[in-house]
């Protein structure tokens, strides 16, 4: 396939002439016509032309090629760059045609936010990727998932991915105030903690998904296609992932230069390395549901609610009891994200029991939204001990698959992205030749960031439950002092506001 950018063909005295964006180059002067003289790194006049097309590649041309993230999709991921050289002097059959090196490929294991998150940074630096999903189509369109809060990285990060950030501020809504609040018998509030300055915006996991996705080549993706098993080769040099294809149950296998884990928490992948390390269960669940209130905006429950919630709009809420906690924030296209966390067992009338103790606990207003949400769902809440690596070879976890989290600190989402654009410049850093080099400033910047923040999940996760911690004793929201409210803010938590991208 001919590079857009470069075309040899015979001009004149010139044997060759090389256009580039810059202009035309001559090889035989030295010079960019309409550059205004010499270009430093050109090849020398009386070069061959093989010769003078190999450096004039390693110069200008190379300076010249699109780059950006919006040249690179205009390319079908799955192919190889080659640049074809016409040449018109029957003395060199030889160079009839001149090819480059292929990009790198890397197999990304999970199309969820994680692995789309990756699919954009390791296009942006310069990696062929193929995304292999057990679902079989785009999760467009879908009520799947709940709400989720970007901070102010995540945002940067997406907008400079899908070169919309215009976009993503449509589908998301702000989130400037995080608020703590007590709840006693009497069903009224005594504020706990609150930072006006949060900065972050919330979204509903489809809508960023979606956002996400449409800004990537649709061919990248194998829908359909369940993970089963991997090998690295002898030589490590190379990864082979075995899929089955849902629709025929076929297996196929795929090729690539790099294994890119974003399997989420039951990770098959992480599974291989660690295969005694279990998730863990928090000792708690959390029921959560998405209420449209579009088209009864003035019915008396909206009206209720936002009563009792006045900063709804662009306010975290975190309603506390004793042994309780509760979530609220409002999403964009008139919905209000709701969560309830409840120390309990699975049973088959959950729902009426969670209603029950619910309405024993919680402001009405939030019961009626609560009751009146379609198909609410429950969330066993697991975490998993720091891994020691979540690298090995040429094979990496990413997300869930690398630090399943508890939901408190809202990091899950945004850990995942984080893990993308740190794995891309460090790929992009060292190059493909060096591929190990990047696996290992990966691991050293991601591990002790993520690690410190799914154990401090944890343990705001357990002060929230009022479960037992080995240094203090059990959280009550009516009585506590300040000291034990300020770790209730997503502000303590460790690396807020600074994570690194580079070591």
């Known amino acids: 396939m ?10 004149f005295d010139n044997p060759f002439r090389i256009k580039t964006r810059c202009g035309w180059w001559l090889p035989a002067g030295g010079r960019q016509e309409g550059a205004g003289g010499p270009r430093p790194g050109l090849p020398e ?18 300076a010249a090629l699109p780059s950006g ?39 990304i294991v999970g199309g969820s936010i994680a692995g789309v998150s990756c699919a954009h940074a390791l296009i942006l630096a310069g990696w062929d990727v193929v995304v292999i999903e057990k679902s079989r189509k785009p999760p467009k369109g879908s009520p799947a998932g709940a709400g989720l809060a970007l901070d102010p990285l995540s945002q940067e990060l997406i907008g400079t991915w899908t070169g919309r950030p215009e976009l993503l501020h449509e589908i998301t809504s702000p989130l400037t105030i995080d608020l703590s609040q007590a709840i006693n018998d009497e069903k009224t509030r005594n504020t706990l903690a609150r930072d006006e300055n949060f900065n972050h915006r919330a979204a509903h996991w489809a809508n960023l998904h979606d956002h996400l996705f449409s800004a990537l080549p649709p061919e990248i993706f194998l829908w359909g296609h369940l993970f089963l098993s991997f090998s690295v080769s002898s030589d490590k040099q190379s990864v082979k992932i075995k899929a089955q294809v849902l629709d025929t149950k076929e ?7 790099l294994l890119v884990a974003a399997d989420g928490c039951p990770s098959l992948i992480r599974n291989h390395y660690f295969p005694n390390i279990k998730l863990r269960y928090s000792g708690y669940c959390a029921w959560r549901g998405v209420f449209d209130f579009s088209g009864i905006e003035d ?11 006045p900063e709804l709009g662009k306010c975290l809420y975190f309603d506390l009891a004793p042994g309780h906690h509760n979530i609220l924030f409002e999403i964009p296209n008139k919905r209000l994200n709701w969560g ?5 067992k699975v049973s088959d009338d959950m729902i009426q029991k969670m209603y029950q103790e619910a309405e024993k606990i919680w402001h009405p207003t939030l019961i009626q939204v609560m009751r009146e949400t379609k198909e609410p769902f429950v969330n066993a809440i697991y975490d998993c001990d720091p891994l020691e690596q979540i690298v090995w070879d040429n094979v990496a976890l990413v997300g869930d698959a690398a630090h399943p989290t508890t939901p408190h600190c809202a990091r899950s989402t945004n850990m995942s992205i984080l893990d993308a654009a740190v794995l891309g410049r460090c790929l992009e850093k060292w190059g493909s030749e060096n591929l190990i080099a990047a696996l290992k400033e990966y691991q050293s910047i991601r ?3 993520a690690s410190k923040q799914v154990l401090h999940a944890r343990r705001v996760g357990r002060i929230k439950q009022g479960l037992t911690l080995p240094d203090c004793r059990p959280f009550n929201p009516n009585t506590a002092n300040w000291e034990e409210c300020e770790m209730l803010q997503l502000r303590s938590v460790p690396f807020f506001g600074h994570n690194p991208l580079l070591g």
């Open 2 to 11: 001919r590079h857009p950018v470069i075309n040899l063909v015979k001009y």
């Open 45 to 62: 006049a009386g070069d061959s032309p093989g010769a003078a097309v190999a450096g004039l590649w390693e110069g200008p041309v190379r």
């Open 69 to 107: 993230h919006r040249a690179k999709k205009h390319r079908a991921s799955l192919g190889e760059d080659t640049t074809e050289v016409m040449n018109h002097n029957k003395d060199l059959p030889h160079q009839n045609k001149l090819k480059l090196k292929p990009k790198p490929k890397a197999v």
């Open 251 to 257: 297996t196929t296998e795929i090729e690539g230069d």
């Open 299 to 309: 019915s008396e429950t909206l009206k209720n609610v936002r009563e009792a919630h």
């Open 340 to 344: 309830n966390s409840v120390t309990m």
């Open 447 to 449: 591990l002790p960031v």
